[in-house]
Nanobody, 124 residues
């Protein structure tokens, strides 16, 4: 069974940083695309960033470019989201996701596996 487990969420003030982790298990993910999404209260789930496990190609939503960095550790089947210069509008539940193949997958429907989510709250 494929399992994705997020960790690292919490409360941080505006301008602060957090690093989210997503540990994947139950499958060989060497050819997968791993993504981060977030969902704020009253909003639909939105794309944040994704990375290909094979080549480390990254892609970001405009809202987080220059502030967030996605990375992966192939040996650990883990990928990360380093979030810097956090803003109140970054407050959301953050979900990690995975799907086979490597491309510019940016919608929830394109991802097959999901973690349980981790809360990120940015205070002013």
């Amino acid at each position: 069974q494929v399992q994705l487990v997020e960790s690292g969420g919490g409360l941080v003030q505006t301008g602060g940083s957090l690093r989210l982790s997503c540990a994947a298990s139950g499958r060989t993910f060497s050819t997968y695309t791993m993504g981060w999404f977030r969902q704020a209260p009253g909003k639909e789930r939105e794309f944040v960033a994704r990375i290909t496990m094979a080549g480390g190609s990254t892609y970001y939503a405009d809202a987080v470019k220059g502030r967030f960095t996605i990375s992966r550790d192939i040996a650990k089947n883990t990928f990360y989201l380093q979030m810097n210069s956090l803003k109140p509008e970054d407050t959301a539940i953050y979900y990690c996701a995975a799907r086979s193949g490597g491309s510019y997958y940016v919608t929830p429907s394109q991802y097959e596996y999901w973690g349980q989510g981790t809360q990120v709250t940015v205070s002013s």
